[in-house]
């Protein structure tokens, strides 16, 4: 596709239950990011990708946090034993390899919002 | 660690007046700075940068920012805002030029009157 998507657009789940949140970026870009949105906090980084490994996960919360990006495409989050301060704006975005010579925008899907129950 | 701050949480503007968005940022290096724009249910649509050189920068939608080291501000502008240019934006700071994380501030949401 042409730009960055995301799956589901909206999800509503019970507190304690796991989700899973997908991100398909553009294609042929190696970079991949989490981001989350929310009322109190803002736009939080949560993980970085580079191809399929992560080298700045600083950004989730808890170890209830994780994701995971197979074959440098696409990236799940998965949150488990969900809480109601895990409802949020979950958006993804991707960028260029860093050697292709260009500044590296990060483009954005349209994001999942969570509702947590 | 880097730092943006939105002072304005909420702007109205009559359609066809100017605008200004505030933002200032704590780094202690030369930042990475962007204007991001989130319409309703959209994504972020990148509106403009800046890495270095001339300091007025200029970015889709006929917006324009200034970068002033002496301030720590990129400070967001639009000579006659258009109701269409009623969202949320976001000012962001990256510390590389690289694949790096941004950082946002709260963001400001601008509403345009008739």
């Known amino acids: 596709g042409a730009g960055v998507s995301q799956s589901p657009s909206n999800k509503v789940t019970e507190k304690g239950k796991d989700v899973e949140l997908r991100c398909d970026p553009i294609s042929g870009h190696t970079a991949l990011y989490w981001y989350r949105q929310s009322l109190g906090q803002g736009l939080e980084f949560l993980i970085y990708f580079q191809g399929n490994s992560a080298p700045d996960k600083s950004g989730l919360p808890s170890d209830r946090f994780s994701a995971e990006r197979t074959g440098g495409s696409v990236s799940t989050l998965t949150i488990q034993r969900t809480q109601q301060e895990d409802s949020a704006v979950y958006l993804c975005a991707s960028s260029a390899s860093p050697n292709s010579g260009r500044w590296n925008e990060q483009f954005f899907g349209p994001g999942t919002r969570l509702t947590v129950l | 660690a880097q730092s943006v701050t939105q002072p304005d949480i909420h702007i109205t503007v009559s359609e066809g007046a100017s605008l200004e968005l505030r933002c200032n940022y704590s780094?202690?290096?030369?930042?990475?700075l962007f204007w991001y724009v989130q319409s309703p249910g959209q994504g972020l649509q990148l509106l403009l940068k800046?890495?270095?050189?001339?300091?007025l920068v200029q970015g889709i939608k006929g917006f324009e920012a200034e970068f002033k080291r002496s301030q720590s501000s990129f400070n967001l502008r639009k000579p006659s805002v258009h109701w269409s240019d009623a969202a949320e934006y976001f000012c962001a700071v990256r510390r590389g030029f690289g694949n790096e994380k941004l950082t946002f501030g709260t963001g400001t949401r601008l509403t345009i009157i008739p």
């Open positions: 800046y890495f270095s050189g001339d300091t």
């Open positions: 780094y202690g290096a030369t930042p990475y």
